[in-house]
């Protein structure tokens, strides 16, 4: 029998929660640290020692022996640096922990080796890292002790984004003032804020740590680099929703556990479509606290992992040949009284609010797909994005019949006077009860799918941080209702009926961009086809999205709403080369490695079996037709790969030599990636033919069937 799980109990029991201040502050404080926290602006000095005390006593009640400032740098993870609590011994040599507001509010990590594509050389070494109030603080329990972490952004000194959370407080604030216009239009005088909601499904592969620790390339890569694809796959959709074998069940279990403490709402588990694949969902929240979380949720996996004798990976794309993996962003807009604008209710085609909602974020997504689309990009899901998986690199809207109905008759005649319903969905047995059936199916390949009252962004990586996305998402959604608000204010002024300034703006936007809906199968060759003729752009690869960051429209786009201005956009960009110039070489270095010391010898000693083999087999007088052919087809291969190998060592040298960022990443996406495939190609061939005894690694069929 297992022992029992209090959930309750457990649950936030690491996180310095609003109910935990609240007991531990006056009332007076509390309400000081909620009014900024909810409202905006500075906590004095002094408040903040206070709260740094209570949060440093909880802590240390905990077993915290030391604190750190976590951030967010742009490697996509988060970074920390711990301080122990201790001070100055007093004269009897006393220790006392101490921990001042000053500590809290800011820290001073040296910025100089993250990545600030140029900012730092333009402008100064000096970083800092700034209290997000928004966020709990939290307790991490591992082999260095208790910390307590403070969630934090970070800054250069001159004040540029060096960060991930920084840009998305700045679109957080953005999307809430541009939103508020728009429901204030509606009458909504109460709301004092529009806040974005994300839920993140996080998908991930486990995989026995002894096989890994055999495989150098899933060790520096995150992927497997070679591999024969195992006679079975994911063809027969068992693993799919499939019973959770015992020892994923246990790690899913003590996940679980872990997440709650640290006040994730770890909610949904189950297998996911290719074998050894996993999901995880949490239920969703604020953007910030979501993006914070699901650093967490990542974190947690991997350490989890090692527990059970398992390793997480989170690469995009482990294994070719069967599914990779991603992240659906689930994201909504919901006021703080209240309501969730992207709500349609139960008669959507009456609904003006939502259907002005809707026009907006059509507006937004067409006219800036290609931003989107960059925001979802980086190397590992290269192979999933443009390659013939889910989801396709072309950014569209999979609004559902009913919806997709309701924008055509807005479209076409101005009104839309009918909805299609559900109806009934009877099960044809007795015992069983009819359903109210949903008015439409789900999509399951279309990037940016309606989901009821979300929208369910799929292109994420699974591997990356969800900030960007969502950053980019509030940024270009703040743009289309400032423009609608700025247009329905100056008509009203100019004497036009609200009703009718709505309807048709509504209609105009709907017209305008309605070539992003597409309810088809989003993985098909016409659906290239088709949106080529749209004109909705088809970006394949993350170094071509880069770009994207710093056209007129991006720069326009970001600096109106204050969340990059042009030199935090151009540095982005340069940061998204120089990182996947360095993971192609790390790729690119270890098949060099892996085929030079592993594959090569062990097929060459195959060879040398088969050759005294033939000699043998002849000396007994009998044909040896057989082996002096597989011998001959190893010997091809073998030089084969040979060949191939010498090809990517002079490429990846070549590559090296590149001074410019952006060529050399565009060198490795267009030369070096080529030279890595060539590799692959015989060596995954020989791998079919040479004794399983003799390959030095383990296979997929044992990596991904055999957990
Ligand atoms: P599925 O996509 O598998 O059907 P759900 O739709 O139930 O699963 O939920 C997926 C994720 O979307 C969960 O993290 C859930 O909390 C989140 N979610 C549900 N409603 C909203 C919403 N209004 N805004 C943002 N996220 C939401
Ligand atoms: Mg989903």
């Known amino acids: 029998m297992s022992e029992t799980i209090d959930v309750e109990a457990l649950f936030g029991s690491r996180v310095f929660t609003l109910g935990k201040m609240k007991e531990r502050l006056t009332r007076q404080t509390f309400a000081e640290v909620k009014r900024v926290m909810e409202q905006g602006g500075e906590l004095p000095l002094a408040t903040a020692d206070v709260v740094a005390k209570a949060m440093k006593d909880w802590a240390v009640e905990n077993g915290a022996t030391h604190y750190t400032h976590w951030f967010q740098p742009l490697t996509g993870i988060t ?5 122990a609590f201790v001070s100055h011994p007093d004269s009897e040599g006393r220790m006392l922990l101490e921990f001042s507001g000053r500590e809290l509010i800011k820290g001073e990590p040296d910025a100089s080796s993250f990545p600030s594509g140029g900012l730092r050389a333009t402008f100064e070494a000096r970083g800092y890292t700034a209290w997000d109030m928004t966020s709990p603080a939290f307790l991490k329990e591992d082999a260095t002790g208790v910390i307590l972490c403070i969630p934090t952004a970070f800054c250069s000194y001159t004040g540029e984004a060096l960060d991930k959370k920084t840009p998305l407080l700045r679109s ?3 999307i809430s003032q541009q939103a508020l216009r728009i429901v204030r239009l509606f009458g909504n005088m109460e709301a004092t804020k529009v806040v974005p909601s994300v839920g993140a499904e996080q998908e991930y592969f486990l995989v026995d740590r002894e096989k890994y620790l055999q495989r150098d390339d899933l060790i520096f890569a995150g992927r497997t680099l070679f ?3 195992a006679p079975k796959g994911q063809e027969l959709e068992d ?3 499939g019973t959770i074998r015992e020892r994923i069940g246990a790690y899913m279990k003590d996940l679980n556990i872990e997440l709650w403490k640290l006040g994730v709402t770890a909610k949904t588990q189950h297998n996911e479509a290719a074998p050894a694949q996993h999901e995880l969902a949490p239920i969703y929240e604020t953007a910030n606290i979501a993006v914070d979380h699901n650093q967490l949720v990542m974190e947690t996996m991997k350490k989890v992992a090692g527990r059970h004798g398992l390793t997480c990976l989170l690469h995009e794309k482990p294994f070719a040949g069967v599914n990779g993996s991603g992240k659906h962003d689930n994201w909504s807009l919901c006021t703080d009284n209240g309501v969730n604008l992207l709500d349609p209710g139960v008669t959507p085609n009456a609904n003006i609010q939502f259907l002005l909602v809707l026009a907006c974020i059509m507006k937004a997504v067409d006219t800036h797909a290609d931003l989107l689309r960059q925001s979802a990009s980086d190397v590992g899901n290269d192979h999933r994005l443009g390659a013939n998986e889910a989801p396709p690199a072309i950014i569209s809207m999979f609004l559902g019949e009913q919806l997709d109905d309701v924008v055509k008759q807005l479209v076409e005649t101005g009104e839309a006077a009918h909805l299609i319903e559900g109806g009934k969905l009877e099960t044809g047995v007795s015992t069983l009860p009819d359903f109210e059936k949903d008015a439409t199916d789900r999509n399951r390949t279309s990037p940016f799918a309606f989901t009821g009252n979300k929208f369910e962004f799929r292109t994420v990586g699974s591997a990356d941080s969800i900030a960007s996305p969502n950053t980019t998402l509030n940024a270009i959604v703040a743009e289309a209702f400032c423009e609608a608000a700025d247009t329905l204010e100056r008509e009203m002024a100019g004497g036009k009926e609200f009703e009718l300034a709505v309807h048709d703006l509504i209609k ?13 199968d989003g993985y098909s060759e016409e ?13 394949k690869s993350m170094v071509e999205a880069a770009g994207t960051l710093t056209t007129d429209k991006a720069i326009r786009l970001f600096e109106k709403f204050g969340i990059f201005t042009r ?8 940061i998204l080369y120089e990182t996947y110039a360095k993971t192609i070489n790390i790729e690119a270095l270890t098949m060099i490695n892996m085929a030079n010391k592993k594959y090569i010898p062990a097929a060459v000693g195959y060879t040398r079996t088969l050759a005294d083999t033939v000699i043998a087999v002849r000396e007994a007088g009998a044909d040896a037709f057989v ?3 597989l011998l001959g087809e190893v010997n091809g291969l073998l030089s084969a790969a040979r060949k191939a190998l010498k090809e990517l060592e002079r490429a990846t040298a070549q590559a090296g030599a590149m001074q410019d960022a952006k060529s050399q990443a565009f060198f490795y996406k267009d030369t070096v990636k080529e030279a890595m495939d060539a590799l692959r190609a015989p060596i995954d061939e020989l791998e079919m033919l040479v004794d399983k005894k003799v390959w030095p690694v383990p296979s997929y069929g044992e990596l991904i069937f055999e957990v």
């Open 508 to 520: 105009e936007y709907m017209g305008r961009h309605q070539r992003i809906i597409f309810n088809g």
């Open 239 to 241: 693993h799919y929703f």
């Open 627 to 629: 082996q002096s052919e």
């Open 527 to 539: 659906w290239v086809k088709e949106a080529a003729r749209r004109g909705l752009p088809n970006i």
């Open 172 to 174: 957080m604030e953005a």
């Open 79 to 83: 970074a920390e640096k711990h301080d």
């Open 227 to 229: 591999g024969a694809p």
């Open 567 to 574: 030199v935090e956009l151009e540095s982005r960009e340069e």
